[in-house]
């Protein structure tokens, strides 16, 4: 799973039992039929929005257009104008993918707009459930390079680092970062527990965009801690505008 860009964050060691759980939740668990499937994908939605947490959501991403209008030019539509998921989870397996596709249709409506999906594990069953939801599932893997047009809003749930560097590394340049809002794993985080050298090497865009984003955390949407774990919105802030012309020239192609 690894190898095609996606993993799922795994528990630190203090909560060992809790991960094997996990684990088990997401390759271990009978497949579920469409209609089970799709039962359980809105009583995840309803328990989101009837949560402590929701207020809070709601209240973040309607404040994404107001940040943005901070670092995008008059010209330049700050309207979110589509979602693009990677990594979403298998659908009909496991509760933690049930959960966070219902967080992917809470940002679709709220927005009101097109959303595409792509994950190398999904089933028929994933598939077809998707396009109930009106949701397009794309057929190639795009590693995350997908260089932005308009606004857009990047779901990215629990994916591996390189997803998000390669995504960084695609939009390089301030006109174009200061159009992506990225939902998923913290940036703060990541720079604050992955050694520097490692970061340099490796991870060279997320530690150069960690502060050019602000992040809103998603907390208190679900009961269960191994969901949103960590799960941020981040929104272009207004240091992309004071990065020198420079530093927007360090941006070799990432090896995975």
Same mark, same amino acid.
Not at 48 to 57: A, Y
């Given at each position: 799973m690894e190898s095609e860009g996606f993993q799922?964050?795994?528990?630190?060691?203090?909560?060992?039992?809790?991960?094997?759980?996990?684990?088990?939740?997401?390759?271990?668990s009978p497949q579920h039929s469409k209609s089970e499937c799709?039962?359980?994908?809105q009583l995840a939605r309803q328990i989101?929005?009837?949560?402590?947490?929701?207020?809070?959501?709601k209240k973040n991403l309607d404040s994404i257009e107001k940040e943005l209008n901070t670092v995008l030019t008059p010209h330049q539509n700050i309207k979110v104008s589509g979602i693009v998921c990677y990594g979403l989870g298998q659908l009909s397996s496991s509760r933690i993918a049930r959960?966070?596709?219902?967080?992917?249709? *809470?940002?679709?409506?709220?927005?009101?707009?097109?959303? &595409? /999906?792509? +994950?190398? *594990?999904?089933?028929?069953?994933?598939?077809?459930?998707? &396009? /109930?939801? +009106?949701?397009?599932?794309?057929?190639?893997?795009?590693?995350?390079?997908?260089?932005v047009v308009e606004t857009t809003l990047f779901f990215l749930p629990h994916c591996g680092k390189e997803l998000y560097n390669?995504?960084?590394?695609?939009?390089?340049?301030?006109?174009?970062?200061?159009r992506c809002v990225i939902v998923g794993n913290s940036f703060s985080t990541i720079v604050q527990n992955v050694p520097t050298r490692t970061l340099k090497e490796h991870y060279m865009f997320i530690y150069q965009a960690q502060d050019m984003f602000k992040e809103l955390p998603l907390t208190s949407l679900v009961d269960y801690d191994d969901v949103f774990n960590d799960v941020n919105i981040h929104v272009p802030c207004h240091n992309i505008l004071n990065k020198s012309p420079e530093f927007w020239l360090e941006n070799k192609e990432p090896k995975v």
């Open positions: 799922l964050v795994k528990k630190k060691k203090a909560a060992r039992p809790r991960s094997k759980q996990v684990i088990q939740d997401v390759v271990y799709l039962d359980k994908i989101i929005e009837t949560s402590e947490g929701h207020s809070s959501l959960y966070q596709g219902a967080l992917l249709l *809470i940002l679709k409506d709220h927005f009101q707009v097109p959303a &595409e /999906v792509y +994950d190398p *594990i999904f089933s028929a069953v994933d598939v077809e459930v998707l &396009e /109930v939801f +009106d949701i397009k599932v794309l057929n190639r893997n795009e590693e995350g390079k997908r260089k390669n995504l960084l590394w695609t939009n390089w340049n301030p006109s174009l970062l200061s």
